[in-house]
């Protein structure tokens, strides 16, 4: 019998579990447990007391270095006193640990679990309060720059652009929307805008919230440098999705612009390029959905791309009408 080489694969619980605890000194009452599959696999780690998160990289999906990057970041956002998941060290002092899986490395990172819940429909006083601590992120990452990404037209439209034609038409309308997208899209657009390291995945299945409104945010896998309106813009399409009544959109919305400037400023020319900087992102992410596609995205069809882009093209259409009306 023929044994087969892999692209990807998932790790025993167990055996990962063991793997761990040996490599952090823990005793054998933590249980390794499967949370979820996806770009990279999340598993918990937990007693009756403590619970951590361990993160295993996908193979060929970041470099040592990359990681390396992202938690030297998450390090200096603790001991600056905010609010995210920081990576936890192991016995000998180490926070990235290395698994020869079947594909091939893999890299693994404890870190420490954010107390709360994933809340979908926020109240205002949330949306308030998100906004405060993306903006006090932004105060400390301000004008920094990481050895990762620079996302711009090239890593958020053109390469995206790029790995969506090997699945799909350019003569598709939808393509055709992405490719226009790009044409009116410019670097200097941006230009006298807030720059410095922004994480770009800010939205509710990346932070938890207490009961207290406590907020600690997490999963800065893209993390990398950047407009810092590309974090507000990407949380304020994800809410306009969120919030089917548009009236109770635009008073979390407003809440939670309150709570950005409430602690870092925010222009007028900032302000008006939120439509395109959320819509950006998507288009990031719709293409890195396409560049992982031997993952299994058997989701990634045409219908798939016409609801996507539906929703950018929503996105953008009701930004336009508010424009032309005036409206705030």
């Keep these: ?48 007391e403590t619970k951590y998160v361990l993160r295993v990289y996908s193979h060929n999906w970041r470099s040592k270095a990359e990681i ?13 006193n905010l609010s995210v998941s920081f990576p936890i060290e192991d016995k000998d002092g180490a926070f990235i640990q290395e698994i020869n899986a079947p594909e091939g490395i893999r890299y693994v ?36 720059n990481i050895n990762r990404v620079s996302y711009n037209k090239k890593s958020l439209i053109e390469r995206p652009y790029e790995n969506l034609k090997q699945f799909f038409s350019d003569k598709l309308p939808e393509m055709e929307f992405i490719r226009e997208f790009g044409r009116n899209f ?45 974090d507000v813009g990407y949380f304020c399409k994800q809410l306009f999705f969120i919030e089917s009544d548009i009236e109770q959109y635009e008073l979390k919305v407003q809440s939670f612009l309150r709570g950005y400037q409430s602690s870092s400023s925010l222009s007028e020319k900032e302000l008006r390029l939120i439509p395109k900087a959320g819509a950006s992102i998507f288009i990031f992410y719709l293409g890195v959905q396409a560049q992982r596609f031997d993952w299994s995205n058997i989701f990634l ?22 424009e032309v009306t005036g409206a705030k």
């Design 1 to 48: 019998m023929t044994t087969f080489p892999v692209i990807a694969s998932t790790l025993s619980a167990k055996q990962l579990g063991d793997f761990v605890k040996d490599r952090y000194g823990l005793d054998d009452k933590y249980n390794c447990t499967l949370f979820r599959t996806g770009i990279n696999h999340t598993y918990f780690l937990s007693n009756t």
């Design 186 to 230: 410019q670097n200097l657009d941006f230009d006298h805008t807030k720059t410095g390291i922004i994480h770009m995945d800010i939205w509710y299945d990346n932070m938890a919230v207490t009961d207290k409104r406590e907020i600690t945010i997490f999963d800065f896998d893209f993390c990398g440098n950047g407009w810092q309106i590309l």
């Design 68 to 80: 390396i990057e992202e938690l030297s970041l998450l390090k200096s956002l603790k001991d600056n």
């Design 109 to 144: 990172v404890l870190f420490s679990f954010a107390q709360g819940e994933k809340i979908r429909f926020m109240d205002i006083e949330t949306c308030f309060r998100i906004g405060s601590l993306m903006a006090n992120i932004h105060n400390c990452t301000g004008n920094k």
């Design 301 to 322: 069809t045409e219908n798939y791309l016409k609801m996507f882009v539906g929703r950018i093209k929503a996105w953008m259409d009701y930004y336009a009408k508010k």
